[in-house]
């Protein structure tokens, strides 16, 4: 995809300014929350701003107290690292410099809002002058140009985006028309309210709401005045060709001001309701797994008050349940091969994304691009872990067993034993076994498993899968599967006890193979339903299905690795050759 170009840059010949990535080895919750802390080096210092009188509030409610009279300086900090010309306020149109950045800073510290940036200054207000002007010139002339510029930007939007939400919005999202009024009101009065934020992005509309948070599509106004190297399409600048400079209508007249072509990031706004060490958790992970292109990476975050922003790379996708049906075995392998690198990535820091499911893998199917995305719920491995059995090697169990697992007729009228307590984080459906069990020590196999439900959703083509109320519930639909016996033996891996009087529950349950054909109700013939013993599956799907037994081991110790899983037979076989983005 081609770069965005605005008038002062020049292709070819650009150098890049400072990236905008946050420097987290100095974020702490003190810093998120704390508006006095000033504990930063002159140069790099938090801007400390009282947040009193600003009321913890829902989303849904205005601040009594966030917007600001004209003229007042930008009290929100980006967590972005600005160009040269922005840190030292250097006006790109008459030469000017600001050099007093020292008294700019004193003058932002007296405002209500507080800093996540720790890498870099803000754009000062001040210095903008006529730059501030051009950037409103710019979304003015964006809007007025919307319409006769649609053909140019449609084709661009194919490769650009990270939102948390499936393929809700149309190619022609940002037409004003197909917004909800409600939407609209919602992302005006959040443009309002948060302070700074117009002059840095304009909302287009909605695209994913969760838990603990609302995303927006955007254009990123600022975008060339930063080193945009997550942008995945950044590496293809030199090998773009600029079409020929449009002259449009500007103040002065018609300018030839060369090609304007917007670029969409997704805002993530995090509900106040979210704990400080949750977000920082999840600030903190995405800045660590930078540097890997099918994990999303984090372009900047910043706060006002009480709300707090990340912001992302919009990355336009396809609704899973629109085509996992359609998949054939290459475009598998593809989806499942991205999956993996993004995993392995992920694993190989020390890190459980503990929510692995179709709706965080952001897969374009058409050109074999997927993205993994929502680390609310991870964690480092490691954490609050504890001592369980399951983690030892076979032989040892033994030494290690209980004196008896058998259930006891009734039970205590006082229980004496203590409550276990494990993260029972995550989506139901695609929780891995030892989950459901509270299993203490929990490492990154659970995101294993998860990656194998999607892989037997796609083969089963039922979506989904596991539809589990509750976890007792989750155990009974994997004993269905499994039988009794394995998830007997599962189950005294962490200690506790499997017992079920359901009849329809069998000792030794069913291959995977036979649960793919009753799914997909295939018979020797194709049509008939008499012969369904003599079905098949081709070779390609059997080895699917060996894939998918590696990653259902119901043992997470002898459950496959992302690292392994890409070595396995059926992902190292060559996929289909996807096409090249559409520019």
């Not at 977000?279 to 006002?304: K, M, W």
Request: glycine share 6%; charged share 30%.
């Amino acid at each position: 995809m081609p770069p965005s170009h605005h008038t002062h840059s020049t292709h070819g010949s650009r150098t890049h300014p400072p990236a905008r990535y946050m420097d987290v080895q100095m974020m702490h919750a003190s810093h998120l929350f704390n508006s006095n802390n000033n504990s930063m080096p002159p140069s790099k210092q938090a801007v400390s701003a009282t947040t009193e009188g600003a009321t913890s509030t829902n989303p849904d409610n205005e601040y009594t107290s966030g917007e600001s009279e004209q003229g007042d300086e930008d009290d929100t900090v980006e967590l972005r690292e600005p160009s040269e010309a922005g840190r030292r306020g250097y006006n790109e149109d008459d030469g000017e410099e600001v050099e007093d950045e020292e008294a700019d800073e004193t003058e932002m510290a007296e405002g209500d809002g507080a800093e996540l940036d720790f890498t870099g200054d803000e754009i000062d207000e001040d210095m903008a002058g006529e730059e501030v002007n051009y950037r409103r010139k710019h979304e003015q002339e964006m809007v007025e140009e919307e319409a006769s510029d649609q053909e140019d930007i449609e084709g661009e939007e194919d490769a650009q985006s990270i939102s948390s939400n499936a393929s809700s919005e149309e190619e022609n999202s940002d037409d004003p028309d197909r917004i909800d009024p409600a939407i609209s009101e919602e992302m005006e009065r959040f443009a309002h309210t948060f302070k700074g934020f117009e002059k840095r992005y304009r909302l287009v509309n909605k695209i994913g709401e969760g838990t603990f948070s609302s995303v927006y599509k955007a254009e990123d106004l600022l975008y060339d005045h930063y080193d945009n190297s997550w942008d995945i399409d950044y590496k293809d600048e030199a090998r773009w060709a600029a079409p020929p400079s449009k002259k449009r209508r500007t103040g002065h007249g018609n300018h030839d001001i060369g090609p304007v072509r917007p670029k969409y990031v997704a805002i993530k706004k995090i509900y106040v309701t979210s704990s400080p060490t949750r977000i920082q958790n999840e600030l903190e992970l995405l800045h660590d797994l930078s540097g890997c292109d099918s994990v999303v990476p984090l372009i900047t975050a910043f706060r006002y008050q009480d709300q707090v922003v990340a912001v992302l790379p919009y990355f336009k996708h396809v609704d899973f349940r629109e085509y996992f049906r359609e998949l054939t075995i290459p475009h598998i392998r593809s989806y499942f091969k991205s999956l993996f690198r993004a995993l392995a990535h992920v694993h190989d820091n020390g890190i459980i994304h503990r929510d692995i499911k179709p709706t965080n893998f952001l897969y374009d199917y058409r050109y074999g691009r997927g993205v993994l995305v929502d680390f609310g719920l991870a964690e480092r491995e490691g954490t609050d872990s504890q001592y369980c059995m399951c983690q030892h090697s076979t032989t040892d169990r033994k030494d290690h067993r209980p004196p008896t697992l058998a259930p006891s007729a009734g039970y205590p009228k006082h229980e004496t034993r203590p409550s276990r307590r494990a993260n029972r984080a995550g989506t139901r459906g695609f929780r891995a076994p030892e989950v459901l069990f509270k299993c203490t020590n929990q490492t990154t196999k659970i995101d294993i498993w998860s990656a194998g439900v999607i892989l037997l959703t796609i083969l089963s083509r039922r979506f989904p899968f596991f539809n589990s109320s509750d976890d007792v519930d989750a155990m009974i639909e994997i004993a269905t599967i499994f039988g009794k016996q394995r998830m007997k033996q599962c189950a005294a891996l962490h200690g506790c006890v499997f017992e079920s009087t359901i009849p329809t529950i069998g000792e030794r349950g069913f291959t995977l193979e036979k649960i793919v054909l009753w799914a997909t109700n295939r018979t020797a013939t194709g049509s008939s339903k008499d012969n369904k013993d003599d079905a098949k599956l081709d070779q390609d799907e059997a080895l699917a299905i060996k894939f998918l037994q590696r990653c259902f081991e119901l043992d997470p110790v002898k459950r496959t690795s992302a690292v392994e899983a890409l070595q396995h037979e059926f992902l190292a076989s060559p996929d289909w050759e996807s096409p090249e983005p559409e520019h």
